[in-house]
């Protein structure tokens, strides 16, 4: 059974940081494109950055570009997302993502697993 486990959420005030951190089981996490998106309340879920299987590619929304990093490390079967100088409007929840496919893809439906999310609130 795959299982992603998000943790590493929380409240930070506007120009703070976290760490995200997503573990995943049940697969052969190596083999898997892994990716983050965030859903607001009556949004649709959006794509934020995505890592390719050796972690040598990232692909960044335009409205994290600079500030967000995704990282991975196969041998802990971990996909990290570090936030800098966070805002406001990044208050949501954020998902982890893993797909078999070969590129990076930013459309949700291509995404095989996904993860409970963890709620990122930045008080301004």
Avoid: H
């Avoid at 983050?36 to 590619?57: D, H, L, N, Y």
């Avoid at 041998?75 to 570090?82: D, G, I, M, P, S």
């Avoid at 208050?91 to 797909?99: F, H, K, S």
Wanted: aromatic share 12%; hydrophobic share 30%; proline share 2%.
């Amino acid at each position: 059974q795959v299982q992603l486990v998000e943790s590493g959420g929380g409240l930070v005030q506007a120009g703070g940081s976290l760490r995200l951190s997503c573990a995943a089981s049940g697969l052969t996490f190596s083999n898997y494109v892994m990716g983050w998106f965030r859903q607001a309340p009556g949004k649709e879920r959006e794509f934020v950055t995505g890592i390719t299987r050796s972690g040598s590619s990232t692909y960044y929304a335009d409205s994290v570009k600079c500030r967000f990093t995704i990282s991975r490390d196969n041998a802990k079967n971990t996909v990290y997302l570090q936030m800098n100088s966070l805002k406001p409007e990044d208050t949501t929840v954020y998902y982890c993502a893993a797909t078999f496919r070969s590129v990076v893809p930013s459309t949700e439906r291509l995404y095989d697993y996904w993860g409970q999310g963890t709620q990122v609130t930045v008080s301004s």
